[in-house]
């Protein structure tokens, strides 16, 4: 079902005239960013909850999880949230159709997801999770769909809303489950 995956990915990045950064990369400043819902506070109204509390969710409701991969150094994150995830109509889409979990790459907490815990990894500067997310492609900011019952799927870059809107439809109807993804982009009409 996910043979257009690397469609989703060449498409999304092409579109955008911006480059994910890559890890050891320098955006400049910092990001508050917080796992919780108190990282409403930055604007957006989407409701950010830790993976361990989406995965306690899925037990009650079958959704798909979208994480926010970031880091702090990483400017094409903050610019993701003031563009994209403070968009009224992604803030509200996102709310409807997704556990939405945000995750530092870089976090030394040990986070535990479908009965593994990940840890800090020296040798990458990030966590085991990223690692694990991303598929060993640490870009910034990476947003990842997890599917229910099945494996991650990594989308490396900074998306605008409107490049953002195809990838998130693709998952949040459940389009993915009957249709590739090439199948799926010739026949979507964009509205945000």
């Known amino acids: ?10 498409v999304l990045i092409l579109s955008s005239a911006r480059k994910p950064l890559t890890a050891g990369g320098n955006g400049g400043g910092g990001r508050q960013l917080v796992a919780g819902p108190a990282a409403e506070d930055r604007g957006g109204t ?5 993976i361990e509390e989406a995965a306690g969710r899925l037990q009650q409701q079958q959704r798909p999880i979208l994480v926010d991969l970031y880091t702090t150094w990483c400017g094409w994150c903050r610019q993701m949230d003031r563009k994209t995830y403070s968009n009224k109509k992604v803030a509200q889409y996102l709310s409807d159709k997704f556990y939405t979990v945000r995750i530092d790459a870089e976090t030394h907490a040990a986070i535990t997801w479908q009965g593994n815990t990940y840890r800090f990894d020296p040798r990458y500067k990030c966590n085991e999770f990223a690692v694990y997310l991303s598929h060993g492609r640490l870009e910034f900011p990476t947003t990842v769909i997890i599917p229910p019952g099945e494996a991650p799927q990594a989308i490396p870059g900074y998306m605008e809303p409107k490049d953002f809107e195809m990838l998130v439809k693709y998952f949040g109807e459940g389009a993915y489950k009957t249709r590739g993804f090439d199948e799926y982009q010739r026949d979507f009409h964009a509205s945000w």
């Open 1 to 10: 079902m996910f043979g257009g995956l690397a469609a989703i990915c060449l």
């Open 46 to 50: 989407i409701p950010w909850i830790t």
